[in-house]
């Protein structure tokens, strides 16, 4: 898990919120995805923890992949 993320991933586990799935991506440029279930409000997120610019929001439309 990114390092800047550890407390939203701390946050969400407080919360009882289910793990679905954690794995290494597939690529090189990330160490490890991790999928919860639930719905992120990511802008509010990203002022609350103050995170950097280089966190982006991701979203998978691909419906083949199973996420």
């Excluded at 160490?31 to 966190?55: A, G, H």
Aim: charged share 35%; glycine share 4%.
């Amino acid at each position: 898990m990114c390092e800047h993320l550890q407390t939203l991933e701390q946050e969400i586990k407080a919360k009882g919120i289910k793990e679905t799935s954690r794995g290494q991506a597939w690529t090189d440029n990330c160490r490890e995805w991790v999928y919860f279930d639930c719905y992120l409000d990511t802008e509010k997120i990203k002022s609350r923890l103050s995170l950097p610019e280089f966190i982006v929001r991701h979203v998978n439309e691909d419906p083949k992949s199973g996420y």
